[in-house]
């Protein structure tokens, strides 16, 4: 049996620690989806492919090899055979990749790569689309949610920990942007499935929502077990 989490929800809402912190917890693989968008978006920046567009990018988006591989538990997204991980987390390839997402053609390659890994093993995975359109069938989903201020203050306090410069009004414009495109694309469109549930973590820590996950999974899937017994 094969037991995955699908976690969805905006920019920032904390999706990526508390997916990673509850794989760690219960064993499961994670998997970061938007990684994928982010490593399209950098390779259209490397090579002079605009993102507005669809036509350039959709004749050369077989020139895109995507794969993912583990280091000390912690994905490396390797673009055409290179370790581009690190490359991917400023917000200037994250508002790329928000435009690149909106192509129908870079959604089914990384739909159909997101699926085959989740086929062979239980994952944790999160995104925009998973618990509607990549997992529909998942074991345990959750809509993952912030106000736009706790979620540009989080976002800020990253960077800035990094060293990276950058400037918290600026955060929350992109947030609320990437919010209104990811929410109003016309596929896979980011929303709550009708069988997630809400988790809104403004005034959680990390670990209070990462507990709070794996207790409602384990306890769903205890459930499953005791009624499917033969
Ligand atoms: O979660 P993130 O900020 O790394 O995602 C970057 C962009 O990729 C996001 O703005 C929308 C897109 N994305 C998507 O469309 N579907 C996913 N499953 C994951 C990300």
């Known amino acids: 049996m094969i037991y995955s989490i699908a976690i969805d929800g905006p920019?920032?809402?904390g999706k990526s620690t508390i997916a990673r912190n509850v794989a760690e917890k219960t064993?499961?693989?994670?998997i970061n989806t938007g990684a994928m968008y982010r490593a399209v978006a950098y390779w259209c920046m490397?090579?002079?492919?605009?993102?507005?567009?669809?036509?350039?990018?959709k004749s050369r988006i077989n020139e895109i090899?995507?794969?993912i591989s583990y280091e000390n538990g912690i994905q490396q997204l390797i673009l055409n055979g290179e370790n581009v991980t690190e490359d991917?987390?400023?917000?200037?390839?994250?508002?790329?990749?928000?435009?690149?997402?909106?192509?129908?053609?870079?959604?089914?390659k990384l739909v159909k790569l997101q699926q085959e890994i989740a086929n062979k093993q239980?994952?944790?995975?999160?995104?925009?689309?998973?618990?509607?359109?990549?997992?529909p069938g998942a074991f345990f989903k959750v809509y993952m949610t912030a106000s736009s201020s706790v979620r540009a203050?989080?976002?800020?306090d990253e960077l800035t920990a990094k060293g990276v410069e950058c400037d918290y009004n600026t955060i929350l414009s992109d947030i609320e942007h990437r919010d209104y495109e990811d929410e109003n694309r016309e596929l896979a469109p980011l929303k709550q499935a009708s069988d997630a549930i809400l988790i809104d973590t403004s005034d959680m820590s990390?670990?209070?929502?990462?507990?709070?996950?794996?207790?409602?999974?384990?306890?769903?899937?205890?459930?499953y077990e005791r009624n499917h017994k033969s």
């Open 122 to 135: 239980s994952v944790v995975m999160d995104g925009r689309d998973i618990g509607t359109k990549v997992l």
């Open 65 to 67: 090899d995507i794969n």
């Open 46 to 57: 490397k090579n002079g492919v605009p993102t507005r567009e669809k036509e350039p990018l």
């Open 88 to 108: 991917l987390n400023s917000e200037e390839v994250g508002r790329e990749a928000s435009k690149v997402s909106q192509f129908p053609f870079v959604r089914l």
């Open 27 to 30: 064993g499961l693989i994670y």
């Open 206 to 223: 990390v670990d209070e929502a990462s507990d709070k996950i794996k207790e409602l999974f384990e306890k769903k899937k205890e459930e």
């Open 11 to 13: 920019a920032a809402a």
């Open 153 to 156: 203050k989080r976002r800020y």
